[in-house]
Every structure is written in C-alpha cells, then in structure tokens.
C-alpha cells in the first residue's frame, strides 16, 4: 500500500485569532464526512482571546482565564499545533514553526494554506515607542494591572511630590477604540484603589490621553464621540487633541511642543502593523498586509487565502475591508466555504458586509454605541455591550464564569493582589536584556502571531 497521507487534502491555517479559529472550526463542519480531508491550526496560543472583554481582566473584574476559550474544545477532529511559524515556504508548500520553548520543530506539508496571523502594536511611528506597555494580549493586562498596582504601592509611602506625582500620572497614545474603552476601565480602576490607600486620593491622579489628528474615537459618529468624550472628561480623564506625542522615554513623555510630561506609565494605543512574519512570505503586499481578491484569494497562488488584519480585502467599491473583529468571523466562514468550493471546481463567492454597528464601553455602565441605525447611550448601550460580547465567547461554561464574575464585581471592590507571572529570583538570573525578552515574550511582542483585531464592533 502507498502512502494514505499523499491522499489527502491537507489545509493548514496559520493564526489562532477569531479569523483563523473559526475558518478551522467552519472548515471541520463543511468535511467531517470527508476522510480525504486533513485541517491543521497552528496557534501561538491554544486558546482564543475575545478581545473586547481584555478592559475588564485587566482591571480585574474577570478572571483573566475566563476570557479565553481552549482552541481544542472548538475542534473535535482537526490537528492542532500550539507553535510559532517561523517560515512559510510558498514555493515548496511548506509551513515551519517551533515551540515557544524551542526545544520542538515542526514542518507541515500543505495543499491548502489559510493565513490569519493578524496584526501587533505600531511602534513605528513614535520613537522610543518600544518603552510603552501595549494592551492587545491577556499578558498585556496582567502586566498593566500589576504595573498600576506597583505604582500605587510606591506613591502610597512617597514623601517626594514630583516623584508621588510621576508615579501616578498615567499616559495613553490614541483616542481610538481600544485607548477610549482602556482609558474608562482604568479610571473606574484607580477610583477603587483609592480606597485602598490611605494616602492617594483621585487628586493625586493624572490619566491623560493625547491624540495626533482631531478626530476623537473616529471610528463612531461624531456626536456619539462628543459625548464619549464629555463624559471621560467629567470623570477626570485629560484629552488633548491634535497633540501628537514626539517621544517615549522611560520618564514620559515629549510632545510635538517640546512639552516633556513626566510618568511612569505610558500605554501605546496608536493602531495596528502587520505582522513580522508577513515580511518574509513571497506574496504580493499593500503596506505589509498580504493583497487577495474579493474572494480571499491570492491571485498568483490559487492555493493561498488570507483574511482578517493581515490581509487586504477588497469591498464590492475596491476599498479595503476595515480590521474589524465582526468581518473577520464573517470571513472565515465565507473562506472556508470557498477552500471547500474549490476542491470541487467550484467557484470562489466575493466576501460582501456591510458594518452592522460599533461599540464602545466607557466604563462606570456606560456605553456608546451605533447598531445599525440606531444610536445607544448611557446604560442601555452598557447593556447591549456587555450582552453583545457576552455571547461572542464560544460555550456557556465560559459564559457562566463570566456572568459570575460580573455579579461579583458588583458587590466586591477591585483586588489589590498582584499577579507576578515570573519571580524576583528569575529576573536576577535573566538579567537586564532577559528580563525585557521574557516581558516581551510574555506579552507577545515577539511573537509571529497577534491577538484579534479592534474588538468593539457588533455584527
């Protein structure tokens, strides 16, 4: 007998984000009668992040582990493979990756080849932007949030006002999304701790955010955004518009101006890159990001897809598709309907959607919102957010912990406890240059694959 492998069709998908997940799991369905068929995810994670919920766990209303769902429990007969890709060879047909430990090497032969490997933190507009914390990625939370806590264990016994006053001074780059839904946690945050600490009171805080362009969280209509933005402001919250940061150091930062604003804490929220390993993969490209038809499909190469923020989607217009979590999910079950399609003869179907509505939480239960042509304010919008994404996590198990966790939060204030994910000791072994790869390890820097795009979106 030959060899039954050469027999089959063997698709990989190389990401593990809400596009790459769900193509597999869409293509598990459309094949589990066909025994010809092997789909293989290779993920940086064996779990999938849902990204809108990042704001809470990392100020500890939820459980970090209860806004992630295992990659295996959404796959009953695909191979999984938690690894980096570290190569993709088009001309051979072949994937190389390696376990984050490096001890292990893998090489995966494909027919099919799906790429999802999403976007990282730009941080090549700002120099020195490799000095601020990023907020895309579970280890990213965990991290701000002991960050913040050490803050305030240092300013809580400070006798030096400058030195009290840098410590509790908080930067965030951008005034998109994810900096506004960030800036409204943290504020509810820091209004719990300083219950905490006999002496900080919300006096002693700063949080400010500074934006480049006048366009407050663009991503909404205008009034929606003016009253966004109205409303961090009554909480405390600084917004400078048209302030383009100049530099980061490690003591704060330095405005277009010349203005130096000293603090400890500085979050980059100024927009997505490609990812690295699109670089080095021998495919047509538009600014980094991989160039496919309306179909997915890269044209050269019949037998390549990509969706989601590493790929170049055109709309029935010729536009690109934004990098948006409600297209990505609609992408891969369109995509693997296509793979599956194409197997037969069949022909591609163009990917067409429309936005059905953003989201964004302000924290203190407010939301603003647009749902398709309806505007939500206040509380309702809160309510839908929360409903929205609570039901985006796969399997009630997670969604029960998380309703839990919820109720909790209402009757319990924020924990002060720091969750410390490597210990005194191992820093001192590591090393100044160790430490800084093992904090970027830990939050992905370094990594092939990123979390899922902008989270606040409906569909």
């Known amino acids: 007998m030959g060899d039954l492998s050469k027999l089959k069709t063997r698709i990989v998908v190389v990401g ?5 997940l769900y193509t597999a799991s869409a293509l598990e369905k459309l094949t589990h009668e066909d025994p010809t068929v092997e789909v293989t995810l290779i993920s940086r994670d064996n779990f999938l992040l849902v990204t809108p919920l990042l704001f809470e766990a990392g100020s500890g209303v939820l459980d970090p582990r209860h806004v992630v769902s295992p990659c295996r429990a959404l796959l009953k007969k695909s191979q999984f493979c938690e690894a980096n890709v570290t190569e993709v060879d088009i001309a051979n047909r072949v994937v ?10 893998y090489e995966f032969q494909y027919d099919q080849l799906v790429i999802a490997v999403g976007g990282i933190t730009n941080r090549s507009i700002i120099p020195g932007s490799d000095l601020a914390m990023a907020f895309k990625t579970v280890a990213d939370a965990v991290l701000l949030r002991n960050h913040i806590l050490d803050m305030f264990e240092q ?3 400070e006798t030096d006002p400058d030195h009290k006053q840098r410590l509790l001074t908080f930067v965030i780059i951008g ?22 600490y006999k002496n900080i009171s919300m006096r002693d805080i700063k949080l400010v955010m500074y934006e480049a362009t006048p366009n407050f969280l663009r ?5 929606l955004a003016a009253y966004a933005r109205e409303k961090l402001a009554t909480r405390g919250v600084g917004i400078y518009m048209e302030a383009p940061v100049n530099q980061i150091r490690t003591d704060g930062v330095v405005l277009k101006t ?27 490209k538009n600014r980094g990001r991989i160039v496919v038809d309306a179909a997915m499909r890269v044209k050269d190469h019949p037998e390549v897809w990509a969706l989601g923020d590493c790929a170049v989607i055109p709309d029935p217009e010729g536009k690109p598709y934004p990098q948006l979590a409600q297209h990505a999910l609609r992408e891969a079950r369109l995509l693997a309907r296509n793979i599956v399609g194409s197997l037969k003869g069949q ?12 989201l964004a939480a302000l924290g203190r239960y407010s939301a603003i919102g647009r749902v398709l042509n309806f505007k939500l304010r206040g509380f309702p919008a809160w309510f839908v957010w929360r409903g929205y994404y609570l039901l985006q996590m796969p399997k009630w198990s997670r969604r029960i912990r998380i309703m839990i966790d919820w109720a909790l939060a209402v009757v319990f204030k924020n924990d002060v406890a720091k969750m410390d994910w490597i210990t005194d000791e ?5 090393g100044t240059q160790g430490a800084k790869t093992a904090e970027q390890n830990r939050s992905g820097q370094s990594q092939t694959e990123s979390a899922p795009k902008t989270p606040a979106t409906v569909g």
């Open 96 to 105: 190389k990756a390696v376990h984050r430990s490096g001890i292990r090497n």
């Open 347 to 358: 022909t591609p179907i163009p990917f067409v959607y429309k936005n059905k509505g953003t």
């Open 155 to 157: 300013a809580d016994i």
């Open 426 to 430: 191992q820093l001192e072994t590591l």
């Open 175 to 196: 005034t998109g999304l994810v900096g506004v839904e960030l800036a409204g946690e943290l504020n509810d945050f820091m209004h719990n701790l300083v219950a905490t």
């Open 219 to 223: 991503e909404l209509p205008q009034d």
């Open 258 to 284: 010349g203005e130096y604003v000293p603090a400890q804490t500085v979050v980059l929220c100024a927009g997505v890159a490609p990812n690295p390993l699109l670089a080095s993969i021998q495919l047509e």
């Open 16 to 20: 593990g984000g809400f596009g790459g």
